[in-house]
């Protein structure tokens, strides 16, 4: 016979409730300064080895970070900006220009009515699925563009939280310690030890991965013949960044665009099929080997965060979701490697 659900039962479950309500609203209304302040502890983290190195020929401190901050932004930046300068007038195209869906649906109808098979369909209905369909991803991507303004002003001020953060962390560490339990100190040792490891490693396991995805798409949709088949090949490796949802929002764009600059369906199907192959690479070969288990949460749950936070944050929140994640699941994992939530969240074949 099973126990009653006493009052002290209840209490957990609604405390619980009560703080994630407030965790919530704390998200929500709080992205102004929550934001750069995350985006700031990992850019410093991301930073930290080479401003390290250049303290060993650069001792003033503010001199050496922000001499590793403009290299590593002209690392990150000088890829974007020869995308621009190769494609500046596509790009301005595409943003002025409004995606015809109506014209895309009109062409699919035209080109599949000529075979038999899909006259015995209910042609109509499959159309107004379609159409709903990209049209939510659609608007999922508009959301996505229209925060990249606020984004960079985020990472504007990140940079500068960065600097104070790196240029306090020891007295932040002896503070901790001279204040904390000493039996606790191992465990900040084992956290000061993994969430570096756990920043540094995802981001670079997700540049190598875009890289890897730009140049197989574009390869791809250079020997299918797809217009500007380098610029959509580097789309679909950058929207990588967002697991799951981003390359299905990008390989839409560039079905759009292939089916209306050519109005038929052959080149799109090709693309299509080129696409499937390669996430099939990516998803059973290149990102298990590159990323590995670093941030190791269940699938369901990254679509979960990526779409919270991409509802909440927009694009800053898309990006720095994962991580955040995988710092917390490292952190608790060091103070209970059997706790709940970790197991909650992890693969099932944990």
């Not at 965790?23 to 991301?46: C, D, E, M, Q, R």
């Not at 599949?112 to 042609?123: G, M, P, V």
């Not at 999922?140 to 229209?146: C, E, H």
């Not at 790196?166 to 030890?193: E, G, M, R, V």
């Amino acid at each position: 016979m099973s126990k009653p659900i006493t009052s002290f039962a209840i209490f957990p479950l609604a405390a619980y409730a009560i703080v994630g309500f407030i965790g919530v609203l704390t998200l929500i209304y709080g992205k102004f300064i929550l934001s750069p302040i995350l985006y700031g502890i990992f850019f410093a983290i991301l930073i930290a080895p080479a401003t390290n190195f250049l303290q060993k020929y650069i001792r003033f401190y503010p001199l050496s970070f922000i001499t590793a901050t403009l290299f590593s932004l002209m690392i990150m930046g000088t890829p974007i900006l020869l995308l621009y300068a190769n494609f500046g007038n596509l790009i301005t195209d595409l943003t002025n220009t409004p995606l015809n869906i109506p014209r895309v649906l009109e062409i699919i109808q035209e080109n599949t009515e000529k075979y038999s098979i899909f006259q015995e369909l209910k042609i109509g209905d499959f159309m107004s699925y379609i159409n709903d369909i990209a049209t939510l991803l659609l608007s999922f991507a508009q959301t996505f563009v229209q925060s990249s303004g606020s984004f960079i002003f985020t990472i504007g001020f990140a940079f500068i939280f960065a600097y104070y953060f790196s240029a306090s962390f020891t007295q932040y560490k002896n503070t901790l310690y001279q204040k904390s339990d000493p039996k606790h100190h191992a465990h900040f040792d084992a956290i000061i030890q993994e969430v570096p490891k756990v920043v540094r490693s995802y981001v670079k396991g997700i540049l190598l991965v875009t890289l890897i995805l730009a140049i197989l798409n574009s390869i791809a949709f250079v020997v299918i013949g797809l217009n500007n088949a380098i610029f959509w090949g580097v789309i679909i490796g950058i929207f990588a960044i967002i697991p799951y949802i981003g390359p299905f929002l990008a390989i839409l764009l560039v079905l759009i665009y292939s089916t209306l600059s050519t109005g038929a369906l052959f080149q799109p199907f090709l693309i299509l099929i080129c696409f499937v192959i390669i996430q099939q690479i990516e998803g059973n070969f290149i990102t298990p080997k590159v990323v590995g288990d670093q941030i190791n949460i269940s699938p369901l749950f990254v679509i979960l965060l990526v779409l919270f936070f991409g509802r909440i944050w927009g694009v800053e929140g898309i990006i720095i979701c994962l991580p955040m994640a995988g710092v917390i699941r490292a952190i608790i994992n060091v103070f209970d490697d059997d706790n709940v939530w970790v197991r909650l969240i992890s693969p099932s074949d944990e």
